[in-house]
């Protein structure tokens, strides 16, 4: 049975949802392993060697929402709030594009402090400045303002859906509809946008067929990007107490979500790194994955954007990280891309 999906893999057929749900609760390393290589080879045929890096901005940890599982939800009183301002913000761009990153991702929650007006100006302003793609992830806003957006130059959007299964995901979110989440990522593409999501790995009350879910939606959605990370527990949530997901089933997502989705941007996420601190990057680097998101934010507000604990890199200037990750990506033979790494599935490039 296990040859046979694997044979299905090799001879690049769609997996189902059972044989996805299956190859999920594998735990033999030697069949692990043999996962893996297929998931490196996917990506070497559809997406090649370079490893795309992405400079992460963190304009604010203030949030309007208050999902079960952020450390930065509204209702945690326990951190101080921050916010840059547009200056800041291209300063750090800038300092982005010196470290050589061709692609910012401006990050924030759900913070209505940023209207419309300021955001299109920070765009503007970026794409004026300094050669660079922009992503934006800032969560749900009326379509009017993604149009915009897009309009002053915005390439790209990061939206995670955090899990497919609509139950799991109003227990999780207890001011969002899983309907209209679902309903922006799709007016983000019809507009012309690179699209991201992705899930967390191991949230309380995920089961192997609701991971196996997310991975044929990700298909299903053609999704420019998907983030794939562990879940970890932050003890001002309600779900403190709650154990971690595993770097393990992480890594098994990051490989099944290649081999179904084929041509799509994987980053190798910072939350696995954190559980993994020696190799968890590079790991997800060779099972799968193909994108790197180096910290740009001031030091000064690391800390505080702390949508999980212990996050790593929290006290490392910009240029550290730029040149940790950059021997990290290079000790696994994998060349670091000099472009803007746009999506493998269209030109959408501006």
């Given at each position: 049975m296990l040859q046979e999906m694997f044979d299905k893999i090799d001879a690049d057929a769609d997996l189902t949802k059972d044989e996805i749900s299956y190859l999920l609760t594998l735990e033999k390393e030697d069949e692990l392993e043999q996962l893996y290589q297929r998931a490196d080879q996917v990506r070497k045929r559809y997406v090649?060697?370079?490893?795309?890096?992405?400079g992460l901005i963190e304009l604010s940890n203030y949030c309007r929402k208050n999902c079960l599982y952020c450390g930065i939800r509204r209702d945690n009183r326990a951190i101080p709030r921050?916010?840059?301002?547009?200056?800041?913000?291209?300063?750090?761009?800038?300092?982005?594009?010196?470290?050589?990153?061709?692609?910012?991702?401006?990050?924030?929650?759900?913070?209505?402090?940023?209207?419309?007006?300021?955001?299109?100006s920070m765009v503007r302003q970026v794409k004026q400045q300094s050669d660079v793609a922009v992503t934006l992830s800032?969560?749900?806003?009326?379509?009017?303002?993604?149009?915009?957006?897009?309009?002053?130059?915005?390439?790209?959007?990061?939206?995670r859906f955090e899990t497919s299964n609509p139950d799991l995901y109003k227990r999780l979110h207890p001011d969002s509809r899983y309907e209209e989440r679902m309903a922006i990522l799709t007016w983000l593409k019809e507009m012309g946008y690179q699209v991201g999501s992705g899930v967390m790995v191991g949230?309380?009350?995920?089961?192997?067929?609701?991971?196996?879910?997310?991975?044929?939606?990700?298909?299903?959605?053609?999704?420019?990007?998907?983030?794939?990370g562990p879940?970890?527990?932050?003890?001002?949530t309600p779900l403190a107490g709650s154990p971690n997901g595993t770097v393990e089933m992480t890594l098994k997502v990051v490989a099944l979500t290649r081999i179904v989705t084929r041509d799509t941007n994987i980053p190798a996420?910072?939350?696995?790194?954190?559980?993994?601190?020696?190799?968890?990057?590079?790991?997800?680097?060779?099972?799968g994955a193909n994108v790197v998101m180096p910290n740009v934010t001031p030091v000064k507000y690391r800390a505080l954007y702390e949508l999980y604990?212990?996050?790593?890199?929290?006290?490392?200037?910009?240029?550290?990280?730029?040149?940790?990750?950059?021997?990290?990506?290079?000790?696994?033979?994998?060349p670091i891309s000099q472009d803007y790494g746009h999506s493998f599935k269209r030109n959408t490039a501006k």
């Open positions: 090649g060697e370079e490893v795309h890096l992405r921050y916010r840059m301002d547009v200056e800041e913000v291209l300063e750090t761009v800038a300092l982005a594009e010196g470290l050589g990153y061709r692609t910012v991702v401006l990050q924030s929650g759900e913070d209505l402090h940023y209207t419309a007006d300021i955001l299109v800032i969560g749900e806003r009326p379509r009017h303002v993604y149009e915009k957006l897009f309009e002053a130059g915005a390439d790209r959007y990061l939206m949230v309380p009350g995920q089961t192997f067929d609701d991971l196996a879910q997310d991975i044929l939606t990700f298909k299903e959605m053609d999704l420019d990007m998907v983030g794939v879940y970890i527990c932050h003890e001002a996420t910072t939350a696995l790194a954190t559980l993994r601190p020696l190799d968890g990057r590079e790991k997800a680097l060779q099972v604990p212990d996050k790593i890199c929290i006290g490392d200037a910009a240029e550290q990280c730029q040149g940790c990750i950059t021997g990290r990506i290079m000790s696994i033979g994998r």
